[in-house]
Protein backbone atom coordinates (compact mmCIF):
# COMPACT_ATOMS: atom_id res chain seq x y z
CA UNK A 1 0.00 0.00 0.00
CA UNK A 2 2.84 2.35 0.98
CA UNK A 3 4.76 1.50 -2.61
CA UNK A 4 1.37 3.56 -4.45
CA UNK A 5 2.70 6.90 -3.59
CA UNK A 6 6.38 6.15 -4.30
CA UNK A 7 5.76 7.14 -8.05
CA UNK A 8 3.88 10.45 -6.51
CA UNK A 9 6.80 11.30 -4.15
CA UNK A 10 9.50 10.93 -6.79
CA UNK A 11 7.47 13.39 -9.23
CA UNK A 12 7.69 15.99 -6.20
CA UNK A 13 11.51 15.48 -5.52
CA UNK A 14 12.04 15.61 -9.08
CA UNK A 15 10.14 18.47 -10.54
CA UNK A 16 11.83 21.31 -8.47
CA UNK A 17 14.95 20.14 -10.98
CA UNK A 18 13.00 20.38 -14.36
CA UNK A 19 11.07 23.38 -13.38
CA UNK A 20 13.98 25.55 -12.60
CA UNK A 21 15.78 24.12 -15.86
CA UNK A 22 19.97 24.06 -15.67
CA UNK A 23 22.36 26.38 -15.66
CA UNK A 24 23.43 26.01 -19.52
CA UNK A 25 19.74 26.19 -20.61
CA UNK A 26 19.15 29.12 -18.81
CA UNK A 27 22.14 31.29 -20.18
CA UNK A 28 21.26 29.63 -23.54
CA UNK A 29 17.30 31.13 -23.23
CA UNK A 30 18.96 34.72 -22.81
CA UNK A 31 21.06 34.48 -25.20
CA UNK A 32 17.96 33.48 -28.17
CA UNK A 33 16.41 36.61 -26.11
CA UNK A 34 19.45 38.71 -26.96
CA UNK A 35 19.46 39.68 -23.03
CA UNK A 36 22.68 40.51 -22.21
CA UNK A 37 21.82 42.12 -18.60
CA UNK A 38 20.28 38.81 -17.56
CA UNK A 39 23.41 36.98 -18.73
CA UNK A 40 26.07 39.24 -17.04
CA UNK A 41 24.27 38.52 -14.10
CA UNK A 42 25.83 34.93 -14.41
CA UNK A 43 29.50 36.44 -15.28
CA UNK A 44 32.79 35.94 -12.68
CA UNK A 45 34.46 39.61 -11.76
CA UNK A 46 36.13 39.12 -14.51
CA UNK A 47 35.53 37.18 -17.60
CA UNK A 48 37.95 36.36 -20.58
CA UNK A 49 35.99 37.24 -23.67
CA UNK A 50 36.70 36.57 -26.96
CA UNK A 51 34.27 38.34 -29.91
CA UNK A 52 35.36 37.65 -33.38
CA UNK A 53 38.43 39.11 -33.75
CA UNK A 54 38.43 41.02 -30.43
CA UNK A 55 39.63 39.16 -27.30
CA UNK A 56 40.35 40.58 -23.89
CA UNK A 57 39.51 39.63 -19.76
CA UNK A 58 36.92 42.34 -19.03
CA UNK A 59 35.44 42.96 -15.81
CA UNK A 60 31.85 42.29 -15.20
CA UNK A 61 30.55 45.73 -16.34
CA UNK A 62 32.50 46.26 -19.26
CA UNK A 63 31.47 42.90 -20.43
CA UNK A 64 28.15 43.11 -20.20
CA UNK A 65 28.17 46.47 -22.43
CA UNK A 66 30.47 44.34 -24.80
CA UNK A 67 27.87 41.85 -25.12
CA UNK A 68 24.96 44.05 -25.65
CA UNK A 69 26.76 45.99 -28.46
CA UNK A 70 27.13 42.45 -30.00
CA UNK A 71 23.33 41.73 -29.27
CA UNK A 72 22.43 45.40 -31.06
CA UNK A 73 24.53 44.16 -34.40
CA UNK A 74 23.30 41.04 -34.48
CA UNK A 75 19.52 40.61 -33.92
CA UNK A 76 19.18 36.58 -32.30
CA UNK A 77 16.39 34.89 -33.67
CA UNK A 78 17.50 31.19 -32.57
CA UNK A 79 19.51 29.18 -30.46
CA UNK A 80 20.44 25.44 -30.17
CA UNK A 81 22.42 23.66 -27.97
CA UNK A 82 24.96 21.82 -29.44
CA UNK A 83 27.05 20.76 -26.69
CA UNK A 84 26.85 20.78 -22.92
CA UNK A 85 29.25 19.59 -19.96
CA UNK A 86 27.60 19.58 -16.44
CA UNK A 87 29.12 16.13 -15.29
CA UNK A 88 31.82 17.94 -13.07
CA UNK A 89 30.59 20.25 -9.52
CA UNK A 90 32.83 22.53 -10.41
CA UNK A 91 33.08 23.39 -13.99
CA UNK A 92 30.49 23.56 -16.27
CA UNK A 93 31.07 23.83 -20.49
CA UNK A 94 28.11 24.70 -22.98
CA UNK A 95 28.31 25.14 -27.02
CA UNK A 96 25.32 27.08 -29.12
CA UNK A 97 24.57 27.64 -32.50
CA UNK A 98 22.88 31.30 -32.48
CA UNK A 99 20.99 32.24 -35.59
CA UNK A 100 20.85 36.05 -36.07
CA UNK A 101 19.59 38.49 -38.30
CA UNK A 102 23.23 38.62 -39.63
CA UNK A 103 24.32 35.02 -39.90
CA UNK A 104 25.34 31.52 -38.00
CA UNK A 105 27.37 32.51 -34.67
CA UNK A 106 29.11 29.61 -32.07
CA UNK A 107 28.57 30.85 -29.09
CA UNK A 108 30.56 28.79 -26.39
CA UNK A 109 30.75 29.45 -22.64
CA UNK A 110 32.89 28.01 -19.17
CA UNK A 111 31.36 28.20 -15.97
CA UNK A 112 33.46 28.16 -12.67
CA UNK A 113 31.94 26.88 -9.04
CA UNK A 114 32.40 30.78 -7.48
CA UNK A 115 30.93 30.45 -3.72
CA UNK A 116 28.70 28.22 -4.53
CA UNK A 117 27.38 30.13 -7.55
CA UNK A 118 28.09 28.68 -11.57
CA UNK A 119 30.02 32.00 -13.09
CA UNK A 120 30.67 32.32 -16.59
CA UNK A 121 34.70 32.69 -16.69
CA UNK A 122 34.94 32.64 -20.44
CA UNK A 123 32.79 33.79 -22.73
CA UNK A 124 33.34 32.73 -26.95
CA UNK A 125 31.42 34.55 -29.95
CA UNK A 126 32.64 33.21 -33.42
CA UNK A 127 31.31 32.92 -36.44
CA UNK A 128 30.12 29.30 -37.46
CA UNK A 129 31.79 28.04 -40.56
CA UNK A 130 29.59 26.28 -43.17
CA UNK A 131 29.72 22.27 -42.93
Do not use: C, W
Request: without cysteine; aromatic residues 10%.
Amino acid sequence: MKLRYLPMLSLFYLLPLVATGGTIEKIADFFKQGNAHEIAKFFAVNVDISILDESNVYAKSQSEMILDKFFRENKPHSVKILHRVSSNPNYNFGVLILTTDKGKFRVSYTLKDINKDMEIIELRIETEKPN
